[in-house]
């Protein structure tokens, strides 16, 4: 445990001194660009010695075929120039045009031979014979390998041959020393290794510089994004490929968000606390002062205090949960979820709803809910009995119509029920911070909320839009 400490400790360091603080504990799967280099050189490795493997076996291939065609031409040139002499054995009529095959031991040589008769050699071949291979017979040309002589491996082709004047079956046979043929083998091959291997150096080195400068616009982004961490720029303001621009382009929206999500956050909170300063000034002095309604002036600041923290917490949480870009709720189910609610609380209120039961907004169900709530909640207080719910899709949004049958409100005065604290009525219970949260949270949504005049049930109308989701 000390020495992983200790080199924990080391590794902090090295990277504070080159400028790059780093987080022992973070996690990470390895260098994109050794990754990348890494499948590149395995797999030009794996094509290269697949691609040498077969083109060695093709050029080897055409090697030794011509080197046994040559063997072949001169079987053929001993066949064309026999003929059988007055003794009954096989004499040529014209010598054969290789130098070799009278140079003795030299690694060309030709023999002919047949049963009951002795066999006529070349004089390469001095005191050695070729054998005859039991496998084969007739008039198709063999071609086998032998190692029949003591350090010579021989390349052998033979043929049948019955010339006129003869009953027996001649065997007429070409034989070469490999070590020629061998060795331009070996020559192709070296060569093939050397080419091949300079070939995929090259192709590791393109790789590899293909890797880094591909990769350099994230080490861009990298500087760029480091920048912004220390305060020396505002955004991501750097110029890169098409395939990484969308990602400063969501990077800085989410900069931008969060600026305005931490404005939205410094704004409530001087807010709230310019709202509760008044109450606590006055408790204060009220509590350093003699006076006899000391109660009554507690119940009415602290229940100030209570509206007003009421208010911010509903608008930070609506802000909080709008981050969540992904906020999804089905309309009709809060709605009857709301209608319950309102049928235990005013049995007396019938609330009906209409429209399209598959509707959806982009709004936290929880948001929605209270949304809801408020605004039938006022509809059945304030109306005479009967509340009538719509909803309605349009151009991208979904519209919520909540109309009551009660006594309406002149046009003049619908803006002020949105005022913190607002109540046209105060006959009955309530804070007067319904609407203005409501308006609060629908606005941070990127919808809106209007009063109008029910043209069926004659009382109050409220109309809000709210972004549809798919």
Do not use: C
């Not at 027996?168 to 020629?180: G, H, L």
Request: proline share 4%; charged share 25%; no cysteine.
């Amino acid at each position: 445990m000390l020495n992983q400490s200790i080199k924990r400790r080391l590794a902090i360091a090295r990277a504070v001194l080159k400028g790059r603080p780093r987080d022992p504990n973070r996690q990470s799967t390895g260098s994109l660009t050794r990754r990348m280099i890494g499948i590149a050189t395995l797999w030009i490795g794996v094509l290269l010695i697949g691609g040498g493997f077969a083109l060695d076996r093709v050029l080897s291939d055409a090697i030794t075929r011509n080197f046994d065609s040559q063997l072949s031409y001169a079987l053929t040139a001993m066949v064309a120039s026999a003929e059988i002499g007055p003794d009954g054995e096989v004499r040529f009529n014209r010598p054969l045009g290789d130098q070799r095959f009278l140079e003795p031991y030299s690694g060309l040589y030709w023999q002919v031979s047949a049963p009951g008769h002795d066999p006529f050699r070349s004089r390469s071949l001095w005191d050695r014979a070729l054998q005859q291979a039991a496998d084969h017979a007739g008039a198709e040309d063999h071609v086998h390998d032998s190692k029949e002589f003591q350090g010579e491996d021989l390349r052998i082709i033979d043929r049948e041959v019955r010339l006129p004047g003869s009953p027996a079956a001649w065997r007429f046979q070409v034989a070469a020393n490999r070590d020629t043929l061998n060795d331009q083998i070996a020559i192709l091959r070296r060569t093939l290794v050397r080419a091949f291997a300079i070939l995929g150096m090259g192709l590791i080195v393109l790789a590899a510089l293909q890797a880094v400068f591909g990769l350099l616009p994230l080490r861009t982004l990298r500087r760029a994004v480091a920048a912004v961490r220390s305060g020396e720029a505002s955004r991501v303001d750097v110029h890169l490929p098409d395939e990484v621009a969308p990602l400063v382009e969501e990077l800085n929206a989410l900069l931008m968000h969060s600026e305005t999500q931490a404005e939205e956050a410094r704004r409530h909170a001087g807010n709230l606390a310019h709202a509760l300063k008044t109450p606590l000034t006055v408790l204060m002095n009220e509590a350093t002062s003699p006076t006899v309604d000391l109660p009554d002036i507690v119940v009415k600041a602290t229940t100030t205090m209570r509206r007003q923290v009421d208010h911010h917490l509903a608008r930070a949480r609506a802000v909080g949960r709008r981050a969540n870009t992904q906020a999804r709720s089905e309309v009709w189910p809060s709605l009857k979820a709301v209608e319950r609610a309102m049928g235990r609380m005013h049995r007396h209120v019938t609330v009906d709803l209409a429209g399209p039961q598959d509707a959806a907004i982009h709004v936290e169900r929880q948001d929605l809910d209270e949304i809801l709530g408020n605004l039938i909640e006022n509809a059945a207080k304030y109306g005479q009995g009967r509340v009538f719910v719509t909803v309605v899709k349009d151009a991208g949004f979904v519209e919520l119509q909540i109309e009551d049958d009660g006594p309406g409100i002149p046009a003049d005065q619908r803006g002020n029920l949105f005022e913190r604290g607002a109540r046209l009525d105060t006959g009955k219970p309530g804070t007067g911070l319904g609407l203005a949260i409501v308006r609060d949270v629908i606005e941070i949504y990127g919808g809106t909320i209007s009063l109008e005049e029910s043209e069926d049930l004659g009382g109050l109308m409220v109309r809000v839009r709210l972004p549809a989701a798919v």
